[in-house]
């Protein structure tokens, strides 16, 4: 959060204007903010960012399958389901846990009309190839980067990959607006469609087009973008301290993997995933208990796969994504945020460490 006194001069303006909602001064500016950082020309702000994913669906004319992951936050597979798409899942790459594009190639038919990858942690997908992908096929690339805001490869942000790219703003992530989030799309009139969804698909004040629904953000989380944006260099150059000592701590711990980025991504360090292989001496649970014992939560995340849901009824084998299925077995993220001391994680590691020394 930023200080009191930070975020009351940011909101202060609006005892004079009035204007709370409805794309407000406060909302056109952190637009505008965002616009830059991303390096992107057109997006649109939303409540959250599974309503930003949503709008997806509302403005690309399409039906049919949407390949997906099925290791990812429920979220993405609901948007899919509630916009009645049909999701198909494709396994992951054992390395980034992004989907793997040879186990996409291998899914799509005639019915399928899009690919909705994950950007994993942070991971960012292999871009190129389902581009190469989509392009080949004619599908729509729409990227949930909910986990992604702040990444880029080789400077070019992860706004800016496919035909829609999705972050979320939640306050659990690496930069919010309490609840929020917005949706990069490629044209102005792609925006002004979102928008006009997002607003009762209205698109003149007496014109009703759309059967939309109400999804704008409003002019007090438009300010706490505004203020936390301000604190995103410092917050990921904080998280990095943190991380690089996980890295170095349990890099060279055997049948222990940790998930370094890609050479060519400025990374944003949002989780800190770590995966006990069986020869480990330890299992996932054994660890996850352990640190719970001294306070220290840790989350089983992503569990359960997504395809699992209890709405599909069994549809779904995880054995048809034994990586995904794999990872999810044993796989926990570990405590990672700005104001974590190099001598917490140094204690969180002394007790993964030992945990695995046990067995
Ligand atoms: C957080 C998250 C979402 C949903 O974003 P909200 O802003 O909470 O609606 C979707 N997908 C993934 C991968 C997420 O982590």
Redesign the pocket.
């Known amino acids: 959060m930023p200080t009191l006194e930070e975020y009351t001069a940011e909101i202060a303006p609006l005892w004079d204007t009035h204007w709370l909602t409805n794309r407000g001064a406060k909302h056109r500016e952190f637009e505008g903010m965002l616009r830059e950082l991303l390096g992107v020309e057109h997006l649109v702000l ?8 949503e709008g997806a669906f509302d403005v690309f004319d399409m039906h049919g399958k949407v390949i997906t992951t099925p290791y ?5 597979t609901n ?1 899919i389901v509630r916009k009645g798409f049909e999701p198909v899942f494709a396994d992951i790459d054992p390395r980034t846990y992004t989907i793997d594009p040879q186990q996409v190639e291998k899914l799509i038919d005639d019915d399928v009309c899009a690919i909705v990858p ?3 942690y942070g991971n960012l997908c292999d871009i190129d190839a389902l581009q190469q992908i989509a392009d080949e096929h004619g599908l729509k690339l729409i990227y ?1 980067a ?2 992604a805001f702040g990444v880029s490869r080789n400077g070019v942000s992860a706004a800016s990959f496919g035909d829609a790219s ?5 306050a ?2 690496v930069f919010n607006t309490i ?3 917005a949706l990069c799309v490629r044209s102005a009139e792609l925006e002004e469609k979102l928008y006009q969804y997002e607003n009762f698909g209205l698109t003149a004040p007496e014109e009703i087009s759309y059967a939309g629904g109400n999804t704008k953000m409003n002019e007090f989380c438009a300010a706490m973008g505004i203020c936390n944006l301000r604190h995103l260099d410092d917050e990921i150059a904080k998280r990095k301290i943190a991380a690089e000592r996980y890295w170095s701590n349990l890099g060279g711990v055997e049948n222990l993997d940790i998930c370094p980025p890609a050479e060519d991504v400025e990374p944003n360090y949002a989780y800190m995933p770590v995966l006990f292989n069986d020869g480990f001496g330890a299992t996932r649970e054994d660890v996850f208990e352990a640190l719970n014992a001294e306070g220290i939560g840790a989350r089983r995340y992503f569990v359960p796969l997504t395809s699992q849901a209890a709405y599909f009824n069994g549809a779904h084998d995880p054995a048809d994504t034994p990586v995904a299925k794999y990872v999810s077995d044993h796989i926990l993220t570990l405590p990672l945020y700005a104001d974590l001391s190099v001598e917490d994680v140094d204690r969180i590691c002394d007790i993964v460490v030992s945990c695995g020394a046990k067995g």
Request: aromatic content about 14%; cysteine-free.
């Open positions: 939303y409540t959250n960012g599974h309503s930003a994913l990812t936050f429920t979220s993405t948007a994950v950007h994993v949930d909910a986990h999705m972050f979320s703003f939640h659990t992530k609840e929020g989030g």
